[in-house]
């Protein structure tokens, strides 16, 4: 089958389920919109295997083409900048593909189970389904603006689907802080995306990312050597364009609103917040990465320096959360921080282009075993209902499945062998090893902490002192909450697939083999991550009190997040709202609204005076004729 043909499906596809379902969908039980939401993608996810395996294979060995399967017109703005819908298929748009497709049908089949009874089904799996539409339409973007357009419905969906329980305040007030950081840093990418068109009048990636004798020529040509107050006007624009990508990735200073965004439903937070929507920012300096590596060197080094510090911040702070779904979320900001990293120390070709097939190929491992996580965590939630790992423990009894599939999930993240992590992030380090040593040696501490903290949830749940489950013994959950879990865990082993043959730089595939040096000490730090984790977790202990004692300060201050929410809500309510916004307001109200009601009062007593002269006197009249005949008279004697 010529599975290339089928490529619109798998946009007009999700995009008509969110239409049936959402026009439709309260005709409808709760078990037919679940049914007919997870079949439709289900034939979405088989197409998006279907292009992406035809395209591996067919060029397997070789050079990797980018090919534009269909490319339409929407709005043409000058004689050579136009927007247009298309679909862009090259390595890492087939990756996503997989990626997104797998994510996304195992948390609609997780989905029946988990929202089983939930008010709003209906409208879950609409939102579920405009949701992967979008995504789907921001990987296969034959042009920034495309790109552009789904972005800002990828963070349309993601509201909504964060606001689910919008009865809860903390959930509409989740959805609110992301939505308006996430906006706040897309305004810099829009900025971005016009800097750019402007001077290469074209939003189309095929000429934006062609390379020539190591510059990408259409950039050089028409940016190259123009300045704004000092600065390259290039890098002002792809820094820009990063920033809009740092909102989407939750990179410190906009990564404050993924942890509260875990109000949604854990399903949801399995797809946006663990391996879809959290990417687009490193899969965007992917997709323009030949322009940060060749005309924009010093912004690829600003995002390595960005990237280590949100590892370790975010880390850290995982390292002291005790809401299981709070430590996944700040996991997660720290892993997509490992993937900037990973871009940022990269170069161009061949094994110099290291640090981008390892960034891509930890994008899609960690896809996987974070979704695992998250669903697990679902199951975990659904069996003693609460997010707090006091209400937890010993649970490896009851959830016999969720346990071993969490378990290789935490060894994944952990990058013990032969799990897919251990593969990924050891050519992590390998590329910053061989860049720049001390974003090497702060990634390995970071992944030794990545391990302790993983562990650290594993046995609490799963193997600390079980508390009393009183008003009900936890089980494990039903079949089609289970099955994804398992289905996951076999991508869990994808470590072995030849990454490096597959996607690179330069679309040129290469060999690459595990750097013992390197994976040695890193397998070690792990194990001793682990290791801490067992002795203070395993079982329960004063220890960790004792330990969080000795270090009281940096402890407090870790566990309420550094308080930059405080920082962010001070710099808010007492210098934007007060010292800003409320003068303004005041300005508004008491002169323009007042000097509008002073004439609209003004012209009021006008014509209710005036009125008064219509009275139908016909003396009055005589009266106002004469002394208008004086004056008129007065006036052309006189003056």
Sequence with gaps: ????????????????????????????????????????????????????????????????????????????????????????????????????????????????????????????????????????????????????IFWELVGVSSFLLISF????????????????????????????????????????????????????????????????????????????????GAGKSAMFPFHIWLPDAME?????????????MVVAGVYLVARLFPIYVFEAPEVLEIITYIGAFTSLFAAVIACTQT????????????????????????????EEGLGYTASMWHLFTHAMFKATLFLAAGCIIHAVHSNEMDAMGGLRKYLKITHVTFLFACLAIAGIWPFSGFFSKD??????????????????????????YMFRLYFRIFWYDEPAYEHHKPHEAPSNMTIPLIILSIYLLSGFIPFSELISPDYVGYEIHTHWNVAIPSLLVALVGIGIAYFLYFKK??????????????????????????????????????????????????VIDGFMDSLAWATNITSEETKEIQSGNVQNYAWFFIMGVIVITFLALYL
């Design 323 to 350: 809401d299981i779904k709070k430590v996944l979320a700040f996991s997660t900001i720290s892993q997509i921080a490992y993937m900037l990293v990973s871009l940022g120390v990269s170069g161009y070709g061949a």
């Design 541 to 590: 202990n004063e220890k960790p009190d004792m330990i969080a004692n000795k270090v009281k300060g940096l402890y407090t201050a870790a566990s309420h997040r550094f308080y930059i929410d405080e920082v962010y809500l001070f710099i808010t309510n007492n210098i934007i709202f007060k010292k800003i916004c409320q003068p303004i307001a005041w300005f508004d109200r008491h």
């Design 165 to 244: 329980y919008f009865k809860k305040p903390e959930a509409v007030r989740a959805a609110k802080k992301a939505f308006i950081v996430t906006r706040f840093a897309d305004m810099f990418f829009l900025i971005g995306i016009l800097i750019l068109s402007y001077y290469t009048q074209t939003f189309d990636f095929l000429p934006l990312t062609e390379v020539t004798n190591n510059h990408v020529a259409i950039v050089q040509s028409t940016m190259g050597g123009v300045t704004l107050c000092g600065f390259s006007v290039i890098s002002i624009a792809v820094f820009l364009i990063f920033l809009g």
């Design 1 to 148: 089958m010529e599975f290339n043909s089928l490529s619109y499906l798998i946009l007009a596809l999700p995009f008509a389920m969110f239409l049936i379902i959402g026009l439709l969908g309260y005709k409808m039980s709760p078990k037919v919109a679940g049914l007919l939401g997870t079949t439709v993608f289900g034939v979405t996810s088989i197409i998006c295997y279907g292009v992406a395996i035809q395209y591996f294979s067919q060029y397997y060995g070789g050079e990797y083409p980018k090919e534009v399967l269909f490319n339409l017109e929407w709005l043409r703005m000058s004689e050579n900048l136009c927007i247009s819908i298309g679909f862009l298929l090259d390595p890492i748009s087939a990756m996503m593909l997989v990626v997104i497709s797998t994510v996304s049908l195992m948390v609609h089949i997780y989905s029946m189970g988990y929202m089983h009874g939930e008010e709003g089904f209906q409208r879950y799996y609409a939102v579920l389904s405009l949701f992967s539409f979008a995504m789907l339409g921001l990987v296969v973007a034959t042009n920034i603006f495309q790109m552009y």
């Design 264 to 276: 949604g439903p854990t399903p949801a937070s399995a797809l946006i917040h663990a391996a879809t």
């Design 427 to 452: 050519e992590i380090l390998v590329a910053a090893h061989e860049a720049a040593p001390v974003i090497y040696w702060c990634q390995t501490f970071v992944a030794g902490l990545t391990a302790f």
